[in-house]
């Protein structure tokens, strides 16, 4: 696909993600596991209810093992510029769940207008699922509405009958910590992020 470079980013995590969004022109095949027949996927939130500025994990469709997890921004935001988000994912064990690659999509709370598209990466090594989404081409950013607005969302495959935790990693502001962007590539520090575990639960 072609990439026009959005601007500058402060966050080491993101550029990674980005220069892999070019590295990976097509989803690679998800075969390190079978699919487990016969187990049912579900999910339970961390108990953090929606707020605005606040990102969260919320559960989403289910196709037998396989669950769909909502990252939701909560509105009215008090930024109108938001371009970008970065952070990582935790499992509590990569034996029991996994992403499916190629799985995600953005969501409809980075709007598209004016831009060139929006897109998302997600990649997972080990228990870690580094997770993208921007913007793409010259345009400003925005805010979100009233209510929670889905920024992507993506799919897990529980492997055993067990309950995983799943959660994002780190606290706003810290080093390597998940983080907002603007259109210039400054931190939005009005945007957190959910510091409570999530669960995914695998059952026969």
Same mark, same amino acid.
């Given at each position: ?14 550029c ?34 929606? #707020? ?6 919320? %559960?989403? =469709?289910?196709?037998? $093992?396989?669950? *769909?997890?909502? +990252?939701?921004? /909560? ?8 371009? #970008? ?6 499992? %509590?064990? =990569?034996?029991?769940? $996994?992403?499916? *690659?190629?799985? +995600?999509e953005? /969501? ?8 060139a ?9 080990? =228990? ?5 989404? *921007? ?25 055993v ?10 606290t706003t ?29 695998g059952?026969?």
């Amino acid at each position: 696909m072609t990439w026009e470079a959005p601007k500058p980013w402060k966050s080491a995590l993101f550029c990674s993600a980005l220069l892999a969004m070019l590295l990976l022109s097509a989803p690679a095949c998800d075969d390190d596991h079978p699919i487990r027949h016969g187990l049912i996927a579900s999910f339970v939130g961390s108990g953090t209810s929606a #707020a605005p500025n606040l990102v969260r994990l919320v %559960g989403g =469709s289910v196709n037998d $093992e396989t669950l *769909t997890v909502n +990252i939701a921004l /909560g509105g009215p935001t008090t930024s109108t510029d938001i371009y #970008a988000f970065s952070f990582e994912l935790v499992l %509590g064990s =990569s034996d029991s769940l $996994e992403y499916v *690659t190629g799985s +995600i999509e953005p /969501g409809t709370m980075l709007s598209g207008a004016g831009c060139a598209s929006v897109i998302a990466y997600a990649d997972q090594n080990g =228990s870690r699922v580094t997770v993208g989404v *921007t913007k793409v081409g010259g345009c400003s950013g925005n805010g979100s509405t009233p209510t929670e607005a889905t920024v992507g969302s993506l799919q897990f495959r529980v492997l055993v009958a067990s309950s995983t935790t799943i959660a994002i990693e780190g606290t706003t502001g810290d080093p390597g910590s998940p983080v907002a962007l603007d259109s210039g590539g400054a931190d939005i520090t009005s945007v957190t992020f959910d510091a409570g575990n999530a669960t995914i639960l695998g059952t026969n």
